[in-house]
């Protein structure tokens, strides 16, 4: 059974940096590309970023691009978010999710998520 | 980025009843190459992660009970979901996955009548 189980979320000031970490277990980690998607309460979720599977290829979101960073370590089945420089409109659910294609390539639809990490940017 | 809208936002429906989900993305997400359209819905229950029901706009993932059905084709998309069952009450997402960024759409809330 796949399991994505994400951590270090929290109340963080304006400006702050924070990194999000999600340990994978059910899958061949490294068969796959990986993503962290967002999501405010109530409304849609939004792909914020994406690592293929050997971390050859990265991409972000307009929205976060030049403050987030995305990794992943395959020895130890984890993926990482580190978000700098974040804003009160980072606010948001961060989910890990998996992609749905096996591959060196990117599928951009996800079948399996984590619970999620909630990140609360706020004075 | 492509623009997904759905209709209506919120729906009820009675149980064993037909509930219909619409989408529209603002350009196609058919692949003429491959005839595919790159369209996903996902499922989101309170408290939990979305669940990726059906891809390719009509194939159903593993599991899915096969009372939810997807159609459509380019801008225009639909679920159906046939003899509606309490377990359905919940959010449904549409996404498409065919230009980058990967968009989703407001989400439908569906309850029952």
């Known amino acids: 059974e796949v399991q994505l189980v994400e951590s270090g979320g929290g109340l963080v000031q304006p400006g702050r940096s924070l990194t999000l970490s999600c340990l994978a277990s059910?899958?061949?980690?490294?068969?796959?590309?990986m993503h962290w998607v967002r999501q405010v309460p109530g409304k849609g979720p939004e792909w914020v970023s994406g690592?293929?599977?050997?971390?050859?290829?990265?991409g972000y979101a307009d929205s976060v691009k030049g403050r987030f960073t995305i990794s992943r370590d395959n020895g130890k089945n984890s993926l990482y978010l580190q978000m700098n420089s974040l804003r009160p409109e980072d606010t948001a659910f961060y989910f890990c999710a998996k992609d749905a294609k096996r591959g060196y390539s990117y599928g951009y639809h996800f079948d399996s998520w984590g619970q999620g990490t909630l990140v609360t940017v706020s004075s | 980025d492509i623009l997904m809208t759905q209709s209506p936002d919120s729906l009820a429906v009675s149980l064993g009843e037909r509930a219909t989900i619409n989408c529209k993305s603002n350009?196609?997400?058919?692949?003429?190459?491959?005839?595919?359209?790159?369209l996903a819905w996902y499922q989101q229950k309170p408290g939990q992660p979305p669940k990726l029901l059906i891809t390719?706009?009509?194939a159903r993932e593993s599991g899915v009970p096969d009372r939810f059905s997807g159609s459509g084709s380019g801008t225009d998309f639909t679920l159906t979901i046939n003899s509606l069952e309490a377990a359905d009450v919940a959010l449904y997402y549409c996404?498409?996955?065919?230009?980058?960024?990967?968009?989703f759409g407001p989400g439908t809330k569906m309850d029952l009548k």
């Open positions: 690592i293929s599977w050997k971390s050859g290829s990265k």
């Open positions: 996404q498409q996955y065919h230009t980058f960024p990967p968009t």
């Open positions: 350009q196609s997400v058919l692949y003429s190459y491959n005839n595919k359209n790159y």
């Open positions: 390719w706009a009509s």
């Open positions: 059910g899958f061949t980690f490294d068969d796959y590309a």
